[in-house]
């Protein structure tokens, strides 16, 4: 028997051919708002959080330095505290009789003797100065 499918050909509508493609072109544009939105939330999103990450890298990183500048300023005052206990053991051991521990006891613990007045005369230091309260614009105080 005879195949008659082989030989027959298929018409196709130029018309239902161009309103399916545009049948196509509707459904994909129908979602593509909805995800173009997602996305440029999700962006938004991903820049804040990289934005909060490099805030916090940046103040990490100065609280770091702040911490080694005060290591180092405690580790020499320290130090110097260690030295002068060692002199001063130096001198205790150096002089033993009274006379000797005197002269130690008032050099550097600025003691004196029953009959002597002992006048201290201190160089002034870098003292901060103390500024007036100020108001911001709506007559808040400002905190320190």
């Not at 028997?1 to 072109?25: G, S």
């Not at 890298?57 to 405690?74: E, F, G, M, R």
């Amino acid at each position: 028997m005879f195949n008659r499918n082989k030989n027959k050909r298929r018409v196709i509508n130029i018309n239902d051919a161009a309103e399916q493609e545009q049948k196509q072109k509707s459904v994909k544009k129908s979602s593509t708002p909805g995800k173009g939105f997602y996305y440029s939330f999700l962006t938004i999103v991903l820049l804040l959080c990289l934005v909060q990450i490099t805030i916090s890298a940046v103040l990490n990183i100065s609280k770091v330095i702040s911490y080694k500048a005060k290591i180092i300023q405690i580790t020499k005052t320290r130090d110097a505290a260690l030295s002068l206990n060692d002199q001063l053991k130096d001198n205790i051991k150096n002089f033993s009789n009274v006379n000797g521990l005197e002269a130690i006891a008032r050099n550097n613990l600025k003691m004196s003797s029953e009959d002597e007045v002992l006048i201290i005369i201190n160089t002034p230091q870098d003292e901060e100065i103390v500024k007036p309260d100020k108001t911001n614009l709506f007559g808040i105080l400002k905190n320190r």
